[in-house]
């Protein structure tokens, strides 16, 4: 989507599909769930957990941080990263608001 067309959509399309395209790679949706299984903040582990380079798994890392899903900290010369509580809040809102809107009364399409 060409920067010049997002205005032909409303700031929740735009927002979602941020968010939808971040989430579109199943290395960051493993980031993700490692994440979420530790409950707690990470920086050198995930290399062995993964099995991809450090190269790659920084360029997830950057797409995640970008939407604002996960947020890192630095301490000393290694940066930790966790889930952002806030933000992952209102990314399962975004996306509840929209799958709810659907209403499957009868079962049949077209």
Not at 14 to 39: G, M
Not at 72 to 94: D, F, H, M
């Amino acid at each position: 989507m060409g920067i010049t067309k997002s205005n032909l959509f409303t700031e929740e399309q735009n927002e979602f599909a941020r968010v939808a395209k971040a989430l579109a790679h199943p290395a960051r949706v493993a980031i993700i769930d490692h994440l979420i299984k530790q409950n707690a903040c990470i920086n050198g582990d995930l290399v062995q957990e993964l099995g991809l380079a450090q190269a790659t798994i920084s360029q997830h890392l950057r797409e995640l941080k970008e939407v604002g899903i996960i947020m890192g900290t630095i301490e000393g010369t290694k940066v930790s990263y966790c889930i952002n509580p806030e933000r992952w809040k209102a990314i399962q809102q975004l996306f509840e608001a929209t799958f709810s809107r659907f209403q499957d009364d009868d079962g049949v399409c077209c």
